[in-house]
């Protein structure tokens, strides 16, 4: 009957209509693969065919958990700048890390991707999601406050409480034999991170379990990737929210409550504190802030601040277990520096110069985020070396690829902390940039080096160790869904007799 009435009304059988409707969109889809493969403004930039039809092979990259190594192998394949979507380079030029993320006082600026950085519709932005420069400008220069070095000399005494609380901690594990160290690099970065947002910490090293909201945060990570992944797709990117998985989109909305929830607790407490709402009120700025724009940086501020720094003690751990070279040089600098334990500060450790090298060459081999972070070309385009890089194009410069590749560091898979200490050396020493750099670095650079400094001066102060499975090839045994997702690192401590 319907088949009838359409034959009647236009003159021409249904079938018929169904016919070149999907002829139509037969030839359209065969003139985009042959537009964006041969007439698009990146099509002289090489790479899979399928990514330049796409973005499915960009949703596959940053699902797989292996963004890092396929981007990896693709500029192996292809060359120093390739096409990695649609309108999407990846870049590894020896100025392509100043040229995206670096000052541009003169030029327009690479932007945040808002693909992986903006918040959803309706959330309150935060220090991360915050993709206008010129806000985002006017947010840091606020908050640099609590990341100050006066703010920092002031925090120093709760951080070495932390770090002391850590060995007490280690100590018993030790007694009781080999034990997952990673996991209590966790518990004392997100108690030190808990203690400087909110005032309190989230006693995971008294209880020696993580509390439920960190438990929140770390599956967040993998729900920003799938998130960054379905955002991929123009038409989703307005609507991703609702292609998420429901246990994700809970996750997101319990991670805002919790973090609301301490804020409004501490706000409403008359205790003298040395946290970053302290730092805020002393300098007049925190009527700056709403509530919900609290909550929202100290929320973002807990993702982005605990798991990576302890990320990046875990992987100097190891590659110190597996160089017994470097780990009796910085044995014997710590040891022989130091009379007493109470000796060890955040001034007396920045006198360390293999202990600065060691963290120096761990963060290169294991960057904290191996993928590269994604920026927007500015209106009117921008040059990336010397490449000229088209307006409305997304970039990335991929840290893994930059500190394995043998033409900025010899012998680039080796752990040779040396590299960071000789004046002459032949290595591209800034081409690893672990906190990035620019008006987008990390704004909590200085804490996690002043941890990473007291954690790793205290442990070898008070401890020998050993890795205990030493088949575990760090590089090759995890995987990467924008943060890492560690394996089991099995240490065995002894205690000093001191």
């Excluded at 909110?198 to 920003?224: H, P, Y």
């Excluded at 989703?236 to 292609?243: G, Q, R």
């Excluded at 307006?391 to 012998?411: C, G, I, M, Q, R």
């Amino acid at each position: 009957m319907l088949e009838t009435l359409y034959s009647n009304l236009t003159g021409m059988p249904l079938t018929t209509a169904f016919a070149a409707c999907a002829q139509a969109v037969i030839i359209y889809c065969i003139w985009r693969i042959i537009y964006q493969i041969y007439f698009h403004p990146l099509s002289k930039f090489p790479g899979p065919w399928l990514a330049a039809v796409t973005y499915l092979y960009k949703f596959r990259l940053v699902v797989s958990g292996n963004h890092h190594k396929i981007i990896d192998e693709l500029h192996k394949k292809y060359g120093e700048t390739i096409r990695i979507g649609p309108n999407e380079l990846s870049c590894i030029h020896p100025t392509a890390l100043k040229d995206v993320y670096g000052h541009h006082p003169t030029a327009q600026t690479f932007t945040k991707d808002p693909r992986l950085y903006s918040s959803p519709l309706g959330q309150t932005e935060s220090i991360v999601t915050i993709t206008d420069i010129n806000r985002h400008a006017g947010v840091r220069r606020l908050l640099s406050h609590a990341f100050s070095d006066r703010a920092l000399s002031e925090q120093e005494d709760i951080i070495q409480m932390y770090v002391d609380k850590l060995m007490v901690k280690l100590r018993d594990q030790a007694k009781q034999g080999p034990f997952n160290i990673i996991h209590w690099f966790n518990f004392f970065t997100f108690d030190i991170i808990g203690e400087l947002s909110f005032g309190e910490s989230f006693n995971c090293l008294s209880q020696g379990q993580m509390d439920d909201w960190i438990t929140v945060i770390l599956g967040r990570v993998k729900a920003l990737a799938i998130a960054w992944g379905i955002r991929s797709f123009p038409l989703l990117n307005k609507t991703y929210h609702y292609f998420l998985p429901a246990s994700l989109r809970q996750q997101g909305a319990k991670h805002m409550a919790y973090s609301r929830g301490k804020v409004s607790k501490r706000l409403q407490s008359t205790a003298e504190r040395k946290d970053f709402i302290s730092c805020l009120d002393r300098e007049g700025i925190i009527s700056s802030f709403t509530v919900e724009e609290i909550s929202a940086h100290t929320a973002s501020l807990v993702l982005a601040g605990s798991d990576t720094t302890a990320t990046s003690l875990s992987g100097i751990c190891y590659y110190l277990s597996k160089n017994p070279e470097a780990y009796k040089i910085l044995a014997n600098e710590i040891r022989n520096t130091f009379q007493e334990e109470k000796e060890i500060t955040h001034l007396s450790c920045q006198r360390l110069s293999y202990l600065q090298a060691v963290i120096e060459e761990g963060l290169r081999l294991y960057p904290p985020l191996p993928i590269g972070a994604p920026r927007l070309a500015p209106k009117g385009g921008a040059m990336m070396g010397d490449i000229y890089v088209p307006d409305k194009t997304y970039v990335s410069v991929p840290s893994w690829t930059l500190t394995h590749l043998e033409a900025n560091f010899p012998d680039a898979w080796s752990f040779k902390p040396e590299r960071w200490l000789s004046r002459s050396s032949p290595d591209l020493r800034d081409q690893s940039q672990p906190f990035l750099l620019g008006p987008r670095g990390c704004i909590g650079r200085n804490l996690a080096m002043l941890e990473m400094r007291l954690v790793l001066s205290k442990l070898f102060w008070n401890f020998d160790f050993e890795i205990i499975n030493r088949d575990l090839i760090w590089e090759r045994d995890q995987t990467a869904y924008i943060a890492w997702q560690k394996p089991q690192l099995i240490f065995q401590l002894t205690p000093r007799r001191l």
